[in-house]
T-cell receptor
Framework: EPEVTQTPSHQVTQMGQEVILRCVPI?????FYWYRQILGQKVEFLVS????????KSEIFDDQFSVERPDGSNFTLKIRSTKLEDSAMYFC??????????FGEGSRLTVL | KQEVTQIPAALSVPEGENLVLNCSFT??????LQWFRQDPGKGLTSLLL?????REQTSGRLNASLDKSSGRSTLYIAASQPGDSATYLC????????????FGKGTKLSVIP
């Protein structure tokens, strides 16, 4: 069964460092999303991406965050200068059309 | 801003019982509603998707209903099993001018053998 693949599964970084999280979407999906879940809290929307551009972003997605699909397959989330409060599980999700979203297993980011 | 609330926050039942999980949302202008399952430290597994024009969806022992006008959905699990133990998340797409999924905090289900 097709699945969304995320790497790394866990990353530990120092505050102020840059982090890149990667996602391989399901092959025929056109809509891509990043969500995050801080421990014990709700899953929160960060950004949606379609046709090589951001279609919607939340207040959380400030100038420290960026997304791209550099090679037509991987979909990446970059955090330029990590802060302690960026520690969370980051989920990539993809969608073919207007139906179900399919989520990856997540990348746990720990900022020290 | 769309808000999603799930009640109860936690539920413990003996194996074999039928149970209902509740979800409510504040803005009824939604496109669809999706129920997910999340195991500890894991990703989200989609269980059921209900479009805004539908009243219910069924998959195996799971049945989800949607009353869009009152802003409510329920997830019914029949003949619960220990393997059903997980956190169940409700998420709505749309409402309050956004096209994105808004999640509830989830109901943590424990099925006791």
């Amino acid at each position: 069964e097709p699945e969304v693949t995320q790497t790394p599964s866990h990353q530990v970084t120092q505050m102020g460092q840059e982090v890149i999280l990667r996602c391989v979407p399901i092959s025929n999906h056109l809509y891509f999303y990043w969500y995050r879940q801080i421990l014990g809290q709700k899953v929160e929307f960060l950004v949606s991406f379609y046709n090589n551009e951001i279609s919607e972003k939340s207040e959380i997605f400030d100038d420290q965050f960026s997304v791209e699909r550099p090679d037509g397959s991987n979909f990446t989330l970059k955090i330029r200068s990590t802060k302690l409060e960026d520690s969370a599980m980051y989920f990539c999700a993809t969608q073919a059309g207007i139906g179900e979203l399919f989520f990856g297993e997540g990348s746990r980011l720990t900022v020290l | 801003k769309q808000e999603v609330t799930q009640i109860p926050a936690a539920l413990s039942v003996p194996e074999g019982e039928n149970l209902v999980l509740n979800c409510s949302f504040t803005d009824s202008a939604i496109y669809n509603l999706q129920w997910f399952r999340q195991d500890p430290g894991k990703g989200l597994t989609s269980l059921l998707l209900i479009q805004s024009s539908q009243r219910e969806q069924t998959s195996g022992r799971l049945n989800a209903s949607l009353d869009k006008s009152s802003g409510r959905s329920t997830l019914y699990i029949a003949a619960s099993q220990p393997g059903d133990s997980a956190t169940y998340l409700c998420a709505v797409r749309g409402g309050a001018g956004s096209y994105q999924l808004t999640f509830g905090k989830g109901t943590k289900l424990s099925v006791i053998p």
